[in-house]
């Protein structure tokens, strides 16, 4: 099955605490995304990466940090500094053309629900 | 930077109603618009998209959106809801510019649909 994998479903930490999330994709698509879900805020860019080895601040980036070693694997870190970590966090992905810089839709992966106490 | 806005934050309907969500971004130049719905506990998945011609077009489910360029607007419609199309939807923008291919999301609008 083709897809978008997060883990784990549900996080826990606390505060103070660093905590990665994991995102992996077996689409074969070239660019993957972060989004951050907040009840009535619609989702917001965290981060995005259009190639391996290159990634570019979305809206939100403060607080977060992210690799792309790997074509199929976009790790994301929510650090100590994030004031507001709790919240769902999404991964998704697409293909794109290389060319023109439009993109194709995204395709979201199931979700992180993190909670920070 | 472009913004999208989704002035209906909860619509509640009767089953066989008609849907109406509106959609208005705000960007002068070329757009792509998506709508996108999360079911209870699903995945975020595509309903529909516009990236050019025809400014109607149909998603899956018996959704349609219309674009009309001069309202920059994309609503989306659906001539008799049902109990099962109770879920979030959330509109989006993409434009063609540079290095930004990311989607901007509207605020979303919880539909919830009465049996």
């Known amino acids: 099955d083709g897809g978008i994998t997060q883990s784990p479903k549900y996080l826990f930490r606390k505060e103070g605490q660093n905590v990665t999330l994991s995102c992996e994709q077996n689409?074969?698509?070239?660019?993957m995304y972060w989004y951050r879900q907040d009840p009535g805020q619609g989702l917001r860019l965290i981060y995005y990466?259009?190639?391996?080895?290159?990634?570019q601040k979305g809206d939100i980036a403060e607080g977060y940090s992210v690799s792309r070693e790997k074509k199929e694997s976009f790790p994301l870190t929510v650090t100590s500094a994030q004031k507001n970590p709790t919240a769902f966090y999404l991964c998704?992905?697409?293909?794109?053309?290389?060319?023109?810089?439009?993109?194709?839709?995204?395709?979201f992966g199931p979700g992180t629900r993190l909670t920070v106490t | 930077a472009q913004s999208v806005s989704q002035h209906n934050h909860h619509v509640i309907l009767s089953e066989a109603a008609s849907l109406e969500l509106g959609c208005n971004y705000s960007y002068g130049g070329t757009v792509n618009l998506f709508w996108y719905v999360q079911y209870p506990g699903q995945h975020l998945q595509l309903l529909l998209k516009y990236f050019s011609g025809d400014p109607l077009v149909k998603g899956i489910k018996g959704f349609e959106a219309e674009f009309i360029k001069s309202k920059f607007s994309f609503n989306l419609r659906k001539p008799s809801v049902q109990w099962s199309d109770t879920a979030e939807y959330f509109c989006?923008?993409?434009?063609?510019?540079?290095?930004?291919?990311?989607?901007?999301f509207g605020s979303g609008t919880q539909l919830t649909v009465l049996p």
């Open positions: 998704a992905s697409s293909p794109s053309d290389g060319l023109s810089g439009s993109s194709y839709e995204q395709y």
């Open positions: 990466s259009q190639i391996v080895n290159d990634f």
């Open positions: 689409l074969n698509h070239d660019a």
């Open positions: 989006a923008v993409s434009v063609n510019s540079g290095s930004a291919r990311q989607l901007t």
